[in-house]
């Protein structure tokens, strides 16, 4: 049987480890790091995930700053709005909930958070950062791939890895981070010719295609690890909405470890951002930036 890795309990110790870190900040006589989410219209699923993020923050111990914007907000008044928050000193990560309103240019809104504050890790300079291997801050669903992975593993110089789906937000970050990590990288996407051949020959596979059930067991070869961070919602025969992952979760207990969905990558998400939020706030407020202005690539063993 595979392990089961199980994200929920991967995330608890990083929710302990940034709480730890906010302690000790306090005694050294810094702020308490805080966290601004700002949310534009009335998107259901948004108010789900803002709800999510501030109660976690309360968890941890950060403090949660919220701006509620109608929908019909214009940009000029959003870009007013982050602006205020880039120049806020009890704020130290801005998060801007997607998707926007369609009268907004998200890339323009997104790239006018300052990238210090950039806790979400969409801004160029750290999407630049991180391609390059020169720090910044990460995007908080691939940090929480690696944290699962660094789980499970030791040693990734030279292992295989693939990563299906090539999105800006998951399987590009996830490819660089892997690279980092000295791992041989394939990135695949919908129309990569025998994606099951290539996934044969993986050390790990991280699927990112929201696909449900594409990976199959014969797909997988014996000891690889599996990251699922597939989530197609379906409705199920009992009426309840169920969570599907990418790969066959039962077909694949060859497998040395792999996620499980739901309860997998989904619960490490918020616990890298406050994490990255922790980050973001000992950075500013110790004079050395997370994304402008350093130039060696930091340690991101989070898990270790
Ligand atoms: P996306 O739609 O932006 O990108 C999907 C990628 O997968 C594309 O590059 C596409 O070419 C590739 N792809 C699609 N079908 C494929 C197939 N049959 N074979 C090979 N490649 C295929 O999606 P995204 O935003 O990167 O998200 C991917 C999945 O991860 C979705 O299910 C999403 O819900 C989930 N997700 C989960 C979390 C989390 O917290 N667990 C966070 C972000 C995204």
Request: aromatic share 2%.
């Amino acid at each position: 049987m595979a392990e089961r890795i199980d994200g929920r309990a991967v995330a608890n110790l990083l929710d302990e480890k940034s709480k730890a870190q906010v302690d000790e900040m306090l005694a050294d006589g810094l702020h308490r790091p805080g966290l601004a989410v700002i949310l534009v219209g009335d998107d259901g699923a948004s108010h789900v995930y803002v709800r999510r993020k501030i109660k976690a923050c309360e968890k941890i111990g950060v403090t949660s700053i919220e701006r509620r914007l109608p929908a019909d907000t214009t940009q000029d008044a959003l870009l007013a709005v982050i602006a205020e928050l880039n120049a806020d000193p009890a704020v130290h990560g801005i998060l801007c909930q997607v998707p926007l309103p369609p009268h907004i240019d998200t890339r323009r809104v997104l790239a006018s958070i300052s990238p210090d504050k950039d806790v979400d890790g969409f801004h160029p300079v750290n999407v630049g950062r991180l391609s390059t291997g020169t720090g910044g801050i990460v995007p908080c669903t691939p940090l929480g791939v690696m944290i699962l992975l660094q789980s499970v593993i030791d040693d990734f110089v030279g292992l295989d890895a693939v990563v299906i789906g090539k999105s800006n937000i998951v399987g590009r970050p996830v490819a660089n981070l892997l690279l980092d990590a000295e791992c041989t990288v394939t990135v695949t996407h919908i129309y990569t010719a025998d994606l099951p051949a290539i996934c044969r020959k993986a050390d790990i596979i991280v699927a990112a295609a929201g696909a449900p059930g594409l990976v199959k067991g014969e797909w997988v070869k014996e000891g690889a690890v599996i990251i699922d961070v597939g989530i197609t919602r379906v409705m199920g025969d009992d009426g309840k909405e169920k969570l599907l992952g990418d790969v066959c979760f039962d077909e694949v207990q060859h497998a040395k470890a792999v996620t499980p969905v739901p309860g997998g990558v989904g619960p490490m998400t918020i616990a890298c951002l406050l994490a990255n939020t922790v980050q973001a706030a000992k950075n500013l407020q110790n004079g050395q930036l997370t994304a402008s202005d350093y130039d060696d690539a930091p340690d991101r063993s989070m898990f270790t």
